[in-house]
């Protein structure tokens, strides 16, 4: 795939049939972009304020955070929503069912309902900053 554009964060899709690049908006405004493999044709680009972004485990849809939005949209490239969640978040995991993302934002935990982009719960913590959320594979734990 050839490109232009200068990307920091590179995913497959679990089924390895898409690439997701992007750029945080650091300096100069960020960008996010998606091919279809099997194509190699692009199926969505969009110039945003992303924070990050990440497939579904089932990878149906891609999700990705910019301006306090959690954006939602199908492998085809439509937008299934965008719902506001009021914090900037810099990791997401999902739940093995692909049911929950679970962001980390500044000094909160949040775990959001993939099919409505709502948050469910949202813990808050003082004293550390959490880089990076882990589970196990059965998404128990």
Known sequence: LK???????????PDG???????????????????????????????????TADFTP??????????????KYGV???????SEIGVET??????ADSKYIYANGFYQFLKIDVET????KQIEYKKEF???LLFSSDGMY
């Open 117 to 120: 982009g709502k948050i469910v």
């Open 90 to 95: 810099r990791k997401h995991s999902f739940s």
């Open 17 to 51: 049939k898409y690439l997701m690049a992007y750029k945080p908006n650091i300096l100069d405004g960020g960008k996010i972009t998606v091919w279809d493999l099997t194509t190699r044709k692009i199926i969505f680009s969009e110039i945003t304020n992303i924070q």
């Open 58 to 71: 089932n990878s149906k849809y891609f999700v990705y955070e910019a301006y306090k939005k959690i954006y």
């Open 76 to 82: 085809d490239g439509k937008q299934v929503y965008s």
């Open 3 to 13: 490109t232009n554009d200068l990307f920091m964060e590179v995913r497959f899709s």
């Open 130 to 132: 959490l880089d990076k």
